[in-house]
DNA sequence: GAACCCTCTTGGACTTAGTCCAAATCCAGC
DNA sequence: GCTGGATTTGGACTAAGTCCAAGAGGGTTC
């Protein structure tokens, strides 16, 4: 993730120990992460970091294409790192569970153009949802 | 959608002004409205209905399968009075509008056994982000 | 067609997720 | 080291939705 931490500042970020912190969270573990739990694993490394700075970084971090915004209809939005490898999400609609997955075909060209009404298309977000292992056991 | 109002009084539902009017407004209109529009076309209709058995009508049509939840990565989720007929959205990255199409393949199938992880998935929902007309000439 | 039971509705308080802003802080270039 | 302007802070605010106890009113029964 020092990769991540040049190419903002490559970007004319101004470096912060609140903008690193956040960094350091999102590479740590590679799941979909709430911003308030992005917040409290923030707030353990730093402990005077504010929800309002989470926000503000996350957002950043999300116009410039290096975290991805996922809405499963839970509750918050989630946030992933994994941006740079196109994938999709497989979500347990029992406890919400999340799993990156990397489906054959490209949707985008299942769309015929008499179905675009006009629109410029430019990405497709698919979201599979079911029962987990762990879930149909119970 | 007289249709529906009979589903549902054979499902056992009590029939009450309220459930009448909510069922009315996601009929009149094949938009996708929020439960806050739901609540207000209904407030014409019916002023002393409360804005909690909006809520709680809805939710009861969309754990009934009659209406779909929509969540694009906008505030509020939206509800979708189109259920039977499966679809998938498009939705303007600028302006929000939300258009039902119909792509060709089945992205179920896309999804090999391999990356279902265990998963028993049973559902895909597929949202396709752009520039809309409107948008893209302003 | 009156009475009763039980489901529905009400409205207001509460929760959760996120935004806003003015004042204070602190990075980076000189 | 100083300084200017970008960042951060924290607390108030908003939006969307949930919860609950009390009251209303469908529909069934006689």
Same mark, same amino acid.
């Given at each position: 993730m020092s990769d991540l931490l040049e190419r903002l500042r490559g970007r004319g970020w101004r470096m912060t120990a609140q903008r690193r912190v956040v960094a350091e969270v999102l590479d740590g573990e590679h799941v979909h992460l709430t911003a308030d739990e992005v917040h409290s694993r923030a707030v353990a490394k *730093? $402990?005077?970091?504010?929800r309002a700075t989470v926000y503000n970084t996350l957002g950043e971090l999300v116009s410039l294409g290096e975290v991805l915004e996922v809405s499963t209809d839970k509750r918050a939005k989630r946030y992933d790192p994994n941006a740079h490898r196109p994938h999709h999400h497989l979500v347990c609609a029992q406890c919400g569970a999340i799993r990156d997955v990397h489906p054959s075909?490209? $949707? *985008?060209?299942? *769309?015929p153009d008499t179905e675009r009404f006009g629109f410029t298309v430019s990405d497709v977000e698919v979201t599979y949802r079911g029962i987990c292992p762990n879930c149909a056991a119970a």
């Open positions: *730093l $402990p005077e970091i504010s075909g490209n $949707p *985008l060209a299942d *769309l």
